[in-house]
């Protein structure tokens, strides 16, 4: 067991890009590292609550054999309105059967979590923690609130607020903050693109306010992230410099975010554990440092 109470776990996103960062978690699980704080945003809401569970095997299944079930997702799912990814499947009925959830190892997790999600109708970002969560349905729609994305998923509707993606929000995907006004002051961060990505300027942002001209608040988000993104970014970077965090890319990524073939994914995987692997050595001395 590694004790790294004093560090806060931060997870970005990215769908089925995830396939590549789930063998972080699946170590992390492996190896025993007990965080102090755990905080992910859309697919990170994912491994995020797959962490504080402690399952190994969940972690891996959710990105890439669980794209071969048939519930899934795909054009069809779309067509039929249930979202390109089936989320309400995906997140609120497959704990059930298809991806077992241990609750009991979730709740004895003394981790502070964090999930993060935008509401639609204002643009706020709001933040769950287990004080939101009383049962596992709780949980999951927060997690399938957080996930959301735009066009490609219907909103998740939380006592009567629609949501989107926590990546729209405030943070553009990166937590960081809400991790330092946690009192934190070291972190691993798990992130699913290059060192060197800086996200680009909107495109026709006269377009995207026209397909969501019902929701200007989303509009205004997709609008604005790319700078949110790049300050979170530019923040990791500082916080690297200083000796306090310790950041995961992605240096072989092979899969987009709405990737379904299995083989790609597995291949994904692979790739994503050769280099959890060779970059081990020097988590484990930043965690026990």
Aim: with cysteine; charged share 25%.
């Amino acid at each position: 067991m590694i004790d790294a109470l004093d560090t806060a776990l931060v997870i970005e996103g990215g769908g089925m890009r995830n396939s590549y960062t789930a063998p972080c978690i699946v170590k992390l699980i492996q190896e025993q590292v007990q965080f102090g704080w755990v905080g992910g945003v859309s697919a990170g809401a994912s491994h995020t609550v797959n962490y504080l569970s402690q399952d190994a095997i969940r972690a891996e299944d959710s990105f890439v054999d669980f794209a071969n079930n048939p519930s899934f997702g795909g054009v069809g799912s779309l067509m039929r309105g249930r979202g390109y990814f089936n989320a309400e499947y995906i997140y609120e009925r497959s704990a059930d059967k298809d991806l077992p959830f241990n609750w009991q190892a979730y709740k004895d997790n003394p981790a502070i979590m964090n999930l993060a999600a935008t509401r639609a109708d204002t643009g706020e970002s709001v933040y769950w923690s287990q004080k939101d969560i009383e049962k596992p349905s709780d949980l999951f729609a927060r997690v399938r609130a957080s996930s959301t994305l735009p066009l490609i998923m219907p909103m998740r509707v939380i006592d009567g607020v629609p949501y989107v993606d926590g990546a729209l929000g405030e943070s553009g995907g990166i937590t960081i903050a809400q991790a330092e006004l946690a009192g934190f002051k070291k972190f691993l961060f798990i992130g699913s693109k290059p060192r060197g990505y800086v996200r680009p300027k909107a495109a026709r942002p006269m377009m995207i306010r026209r397909v969501f001209r019902k929701n200007p608040a989303v509009a205004d988000a997709l609008i604005t992230r790319p700078p949110k993104y790049n300050a979170s970014k530019d923040r990791l970077l500082e916080l690297e410099r200083e000796g306090r965090a310790c950041l995961f890319f992605p240096e072989d990524m092979q899969v987009a975010s709405t990737e379904r073939s299995v083989a790609k994914l597995r291949a994904n995987y692979a790739a994503g554990r050769a280099q959890t692997y060779a970059e081990w050595p020097g988590w484990k001395e930043f965690l026990e440092g």
